[in-house]
């Protein structure tokens, strides 16, 4: 997955903090607890979960959390994605399509893990994921976070 390296202990950690953001979704109408975490390029992890509101298109999904936790703390480049649900669940297109923005600051692939309650984990990438992303014209924009 060009030049990814993730260890199994650097995986492990990533599974277990999105498994505790999942434990901590604020779940109201769909009932659909999802956590995640990023694995940043200096190997820091930050999580994030899903957040329901009574008004559809309010609330939040954990992978954009996550990522948003990685970038209120300076992190903007991202080995990873980890999403725990009650069985293996890629992110939906939206997530994908955010994902695909922090892409575009190292033109790396990112790896797409999830794992379900019982261990069962599908692993792939943002690029298997979503072939065709949405590539931006503006990218002298993301010079300043690469």
């Keep these: 997955m060009d030049d990814i390296f993730l260890s199994d202990d650097i995986v492990a950690e990533a599974i277990k903090k999105a498994r505790i953001a999942k434990n901590n979704a604020f779940t109201l109408n769909l009932r659909f607890p999802v956590g995640a975490s990023v ?6 992890i930050y999580s994030g979960c ?8 309010l609330g939040t999904c954990a992978e954009r959390s996550a990522i948003n936790n990685a970038i209120s ?3 903007y ?23 695909s923005t922090f892409y575009q600051i190292t033109g790396k692939d990112i790896s797409i893990i999830s794992i379900g309650d019982n261990d069962n ?4 990438s943002l690029t298997q994921l979503l072939p065709e992303m949405y590539i931006s014209t503006h990218n002298d924009a993301l010079k300043k976070y690469s």
């Design 73 to 75: 703390n300076g992190e």
């Design 50 to 57: 899903s957040v329901e509101t009574f008004i559809s298109g």
């Design 121 to 124: 984990k599908k692993i792939s």
């Design 77 to 99: 480049k991202f080995k990873a994605v980890v999403v725990a649900f009650n069985r293996p669940t890629f992110p939906c297109g939206v997530c994908l399509q955010y994902i």
């Design 39 to 44: 694995v940043t390029y200096t190997d820091k």
